[in-house]
């Protein structure tokens, strides 16, 4: 495994329950945070600088509507360096951390262009008109579940995590989010920040 600045990346998974009906224990693979538009196999927390935000938006939507909120926060680690400036296309090949937030014009434009081929493949041509494709803020984040398609393709399919804007259930402003395979090896700490009696199994 190389060697980086950082340990791992921080995500943070949100989870809703009835108060009574708590888990006293969550298993890793089985938590995501609650999407617009979900992405099949993967979990997905709030990471980066608008995390705080992101867990107060949580907080509002919990209380609103009277459920417990269960924090899990996770330590990800990965194997090759992260990219440190504005990602170009030519560097995906060389990196397992795909950070959307922080890729340059070019790669929006491949990204936009898949996109486009799937969205209107599964909503319709007029489907085209609904997304500003210039924007991942918009395309992605309100269809992250395409994520999962993109991690197919050859030319990503070694990419093991991503971090991209995304619509959850309790903010009606994109937030920024990582997404990580549901089996995926490398996590290396998992915990419920404010639950500790509640038992975090990977």
Do not use: C
């Not at 600088?49 to 909120?69: C, I, K, V």
């Not at 090949?93 to 890729?103: A, T």
């Not at 579940?145 to 309790?170: R, S, W, Y």
């Amino acid at each position: 495994m190389v060697k980086t600045k950082r340990p791992g990346i921080d995500v943070t998974v949100v989870q809703f329950f009835k108060p009574k009906s708590v888990p006293h224990r969550i298993a890793v693979p089985s938590i995501t945070t609650p999407l617009v538009k979900s992405i099949p196999g993967f979990i997905t927390g709030l990471s980066g600088h608008q995390r705080l935000n992101g867990l107060m938006y949580a907080r509002h939507y919990a209380d609103a509507n009277e459920l417990e909120m269960i924090v899990v926060d996770l330590l990800v680690g990965f194997e090759r360096p992260l990219y440190p400036k504005v990602m170009p296309p030519e560097s995906v090949k060389d990196h397992d951390v795909l950070n959307i937030i922080r890729s340059n014009k070019d790669l929006i434009e491949v990204l936009a262009g898949h996109w486009r081929e799937w969205v209107i493949a599964s909503e319709g041509k007029k489907a085209e008109h609904k997304y500003d494709w210039s924007r991942a803020s918009d395309f992605v984040a309100r269809r992250p579940d395409l994520i999962a398609k993109l991690l197919e393709l050859d030319e990503f399919k070694h990419v093991q995590i991503v971090t991209h804007p995304v619509m959850t259930n309790f903010s009606d402003q994109a937030l920024t989010a990582t997404s990580l395979r549901a089996g995926y090896p490398l996590i290396v700490e998992a915990n419920a920040r404010f639950h500790p009696d509640i038992e975090v199994t990977l």
